[in-house]
């Protein structure tokens, strides 16, 4: 592993958002560029057009009508925050050679393209930044691209390149590199940065919020330094009030919007489609081990993440019940949705924002088995022949994988594909 030991992150990061957006382009040829922003993707891109061009909010295209005759969009605004300055670049390069400055050229969707594979290197580099405090280069490098390509984060960067969830990884690696320098030394700057990020996640998905429970809880070991770490947190009110300022601001941007649109300052805008969430009927098992996306079945790599977590929680490492705790959280909130396999999709995407709370538990297994010599080389083939199936998944996938008759013998047939069987 000592090679291993001399990638630095900016190396990493830089190689895996170069792969991403030349597979991107490979993938969305000519004509096919449109296809960037299908269903979902146009949700979350609109925003830009209508602003920086139509100059209307009221009437976008991917919407659900209102009684007064407005069209409101269900999808928040985070990922659009995030891709503004690829938008805006793209919109410079139209306007200088003549072309057609409509928002939905070739252009533009080049645009989002690099846009997800900057931040899918924005967040291995944080990513990698925060794991290097604690264990090796060589396991961290591993989990790392156990991580990208052992998991549908690859697809959905370079794939799916307007999907929301490469954005919430980045931001989510992000605010984890930030929660340990917050506790290393503690500052204003620090807590309006963070705070800031935390608002851009809960306008992207308001129910990733959650990972602010990692800032709050940064560093314990057990649930005993709870009441410790509260009356930290009540002399830090100062610190507390500037997080609260800049997330609010981030937060009024998405408010404002439903204002503008509805007359409301808040909107459960999924409601307006008739989804909601189900929590006395969450769908557990399903989430993880259903042919339809279930979480372990197409990242099964994961799997040793959880167990790592798991482990590491009850040796008392710092950060690990935490990240556990929010894992299983957010497993519960993905169970209880209507649509609790999210819909036609190359594995349980919503899952892809928590993988660096996961990545620490995966550094950390491989770190251990690594210890032992015949578990070290078992673990390295496993781990080649899971990034194989995933990475092959990624370029057979072809939409839906879901509905009522997809099954353990449709998945079967998939992974023979896997194989060239």
């Not at 990020?197 to 709870?226: A, D, H, M, Q, R």
């Not at 259903?290 to 590491?312: D, E």
């Not at 919503?350 to 088995?369: D, R, S």
Request: hydrophobic residues 55%.
């Amino acid at each position: 592993m000592g090679l291993l030991e001399k990638i630095k992150p900016n190396y990493l990061a830089f190689f895996l958002g170069i792969l991403s957006f030349v597979t991107f382009v490979y993938v969305h040829p000519g004509d096919s560029l449109l296809k960037v922003i299908f269903s979902d993707p146009m949700g979350y891109y609109q925003y830009l057009p209508a602003v920086f061009i139509d100059q209307n909010l009221k009437d976008m295209e991917y919407t659900v009508p209102l009684e007064n005759g407005n069209m409101l969009s269900v999808f928040h605004i985070g990922v659009a925050i995030l891709q503004l300055p690829f938008f805006l670049i793209a919109h410079l390069i139209v306007l200088i050679s003549g072309g057609e400055a409509n928002g939905y050229s070739s252009i533009y969707m080049y645009g989002v393209g690099a846009a997800a594979s900057f931040y899918l290197a924005v967040g291995v580099y944080f990513l990698q930044k925060f794991l290097v405090n604690f264990y090796a280069k060589s396991p961290v490098l591993i989990a790392l691209l156990m991580t990208v390509f052992g998991t549908n984060l690859f697809y959905y960067s370079a794939f799916q390149a307007g999907m929301s969830h490469v954005y919430s990884f980045a931001v989510f690696a992000l605010v984890i590199y930030l929660s340990l320098l917050f506790f290393k030394k503690t500052s204003l700057r620090l807590a309006a940065l963070i705070g800031f990020l935390v608002g851009v996640i809960i306008v992207i998905k308001p129910n990733n919020g959650i990972i602010v429970f990692f800032l709050i809880f940064y560093g314990l070991t057990s649930f005993s330094e709870i009441l410790t770490r509260i009356n930290w947190w009540l002399k830090q009110w100062k610190c507390v009030l500037i997080m609260f300022l800049f997330g609010g601001m981030v937060l009024f941007l998405q408010m404002a919007y439903f204002k503008h649109v509805s007359g409301n300052w808040l909107e459960f805008s999924y409601g307006h489609l008739g989804q909601q969430f189900f929590w006395t009927k969450a769908q557990m098992g399903k989430v993880l081990f259903s042919p339809q996306n279930g979480f372990f079945i197409y990242a099964p790599a994961m799997l040793f993440a959880v167990i790592g977590l798991i482990w590491g929680s009850f040796r008392k490492q710092a950060n690990f019940f935490t990240s556990l705790f929010i894992w299983c959280l957010s497993w519960y909130i993905f169970a209880s949705w209507w649509c609790w396999w999210f819909g036609g999709a190359y594995g349980h995407r919503a899952f892809i924002e928590y993988l660096p709370l996961l990545a620490i538990g995966l550094t950390y297994f491989i770190q251990e088995i690594a210890k032992v010599t015949v578990l070290k080389y078992t673990g390295a083939f496993i781990g080649i022949v899971l990034v194989f199936i995933s990475v092959r998944m990624s370029f057979i996938y072809t939409s839906p994988w879901d509905g009522l008759d997809w099954g353990w013998d449709d998945y079967l047939v998939q992974l023979g594909h896997v194989f060239w069987m």
